[in-house]
Structures are given as C-alpha cells and as structure tokens.
C-alpha cells in the first residue's frame, strides 16, 4: 500500500451519522412525545384542529418544518420549560421501547469500531438527548425550540432540522468538513425523503426505510 495513502487511512475520523425517527426507532418521536405529553383524547382533538394544515401540506402548499411548528405551538406554547424537560426524560423509557433492533446493532458495531457517533433527526433535541445520554452518544443536532423567561413560545429557535439543514447541522458540528472533507469517512443511515441530503453527503449512504 502507497504510505500516502496509509496515513491517510489511519488519520481518517470516521463517524456514524442516524437519522433518529424511523430510523433508529420504528415510529415518529414527535407524534409519540405528544401523545406521552398530552393523552389520547387531547392528541386526538387536537390534531382535528390541526387538520386544515395538515392537508395544505400533503397538498404541497404549506412547508413541513412550517405545519411542524403550528402542530407544536398548539401543543407546547405556554408550558413551563421545567415541566416540558421533565416530560422528555421520562420520554426516554418509551423511545426504549420503540427501538429498531436491526439498526441497533448497527450502531453497536460502530461503537465497537471507535467511530463517533452522531443523531441528526428533525425531531425537537430535548427528547432525544436523555435518551442519547443512555447509549453514551453525546453528539445530537435536532430541532431546537424556542424559550423566553422559562416558558415555551411554542415557536423553533432553529430551523426544522430535515433535508439539507442535516447536512449543514453536520458541519456545525465538525467544521472541517467545510475545507478538509476528505479526512472524514462518513457512514450515514436515514430512512425518508428528508434524510437525502445527508445519504448523499456520506461516503457510505444506508436507506433503511
């Protein structure tokens, strides 16, 4: 093997990017989070009220992250951060439970293998970490929601983390890959039209939808 080349490889960072809902869990965290939070009856009454938005979006007329947003404002405004944390740690139990096993394994084996492991999913972060913390993941770039004097606007203070912002939430988090790209090797896994973008950027993208 050329010594250039060597070195190369043993320089290189490698990191194991995951898409979280769908991917490393079998449903949607988001749904799911509001109907932890909330209850049945009040998920299902409120996603009526939702309904108008909801079918502009299927309809192409209004953007994903912008219903995404109206869906948790009609949820969330008002509550109490304290309260809407304690809700997301406890949350952790159930996203256990929805727990894709053969993606699982996976990233096992890339624990195994020294790699770092990142989750960027368009699902709001604060349900994710205290799950994240459970695996000794420490790196996760999600939706980020608005807070003012302890209270929940109910709007996001980042943009919705789907499609190419997947990839930009990525370089945030490495910023050489900006200008050394080529001492990264990046194994991605997504499972959705919003995870594209990244499988693309990857030197190995996985669809596992």
Known sequence: MDIYILFNTLCM??????????T??????????????????????????????????KLGILKNGNVKQRVFGWFFKG???GRFQELADRFKHRISRME?????EKLKEHVLQGDQIIIISASVENWIR?????????????????????????????????GIEKVNRLIRLFPDLSSQ???????A???????KELLAYANKGHYVG
């Not at 960072?13 to 769908?22: K, P, T």
């Not at 894709?100 to 699982?104: A, F, G, S, T």
């Open 13 to 22: 960072i490698n990191l194991a990017v995951f898409d979280f809902d769908g």
């Open 24 to 57: 490393i869990t079998r449903k949607d965290s988001f749904l799911g989070f509001i109907r932890f939070s909330h209850g049945t009856a009040l998920f299902t009454g409120g996603f009526a009220i939702m309904s108008p938005y909801l079918l502009l979006w």
């Open 79 to 81: 509550m109490d951060y």
């Open 100 to 104: 894709r096993p053969d993606i699982m």
């Open 130 to 162: 205290p799950w994240a913390k459970q695996q000794q993941i420490e790196m996760v770039a999600g939706t980020e929601i608005e807070v003012k004097n302890g209270v929940l606007t109910g709007r996001f203070s980042s943009d919705n983390c789907y």
């Open 181 to 187: 790209r080529n001492n990264y090797h990046i194994t």
């Open 189 to 195: 896994y997504g499972d959705s039209n919003g995870d």
